[in-house]
């Protein structure tokens, strides 16, 4: 079992910048790949960035070049830095972690952007 906690939500001003964490309760050095996804207030999802063991990462077209993925295993943190943050990008953020053939979910956070 993971458990995954989210932080670092809120309002922001488009243009902004948020940063999300997302601390993991047992050693993120034995997790596979981690990764950050958002469900928007229609209810769809998009999978923003991922982050597998060996440190590679992917992104969304629709953040590529905003948003930054990282991991560190040392704290057993997940992080994602969002900049020049669009009204687009309002969501709700969540954490999730692949172990041993199961995949963990946060909570989530809101993130809003206002106009």
């Known amino acids: 079992q993971v458990q995954l906690v989210e932080s670092g939500g809120g309002l922001v001003q488009a243009g902004g910048s948020l940063r999300l964490s997302c601390a993991a309760s047992?050693?993120?050095?034995?997790?596979?790949?981690m990764a950050w996804y958002r469900q928007f207030p229609d209810k769809s999802r998009e999978l923003v960035a991922r982050i597998t063991s060996a440190g590679d990462t992917n992104y969304a077209e629709s953040v590529k070049g905003r948003f930054t993925i990282s991991r560190d295993n040392a704290k057993n943190m997940l992080y994602l830095q969002m900049n020049s943050l669009k009204p687009e990008d309002t969501a709700v953020y969540y954490c999730?972690?692949?172990?041993?053939?199961?995949?963990?979910w946060g909570q989530g956070t809101q993130v809003t952007v206002s106009s």
């Open positions: 999730l972690a692949d172990f041993y053939r199961a995949t963990y």
């Open positions: 047992r050693s993120t050095y034995i997790m596979d790949d």
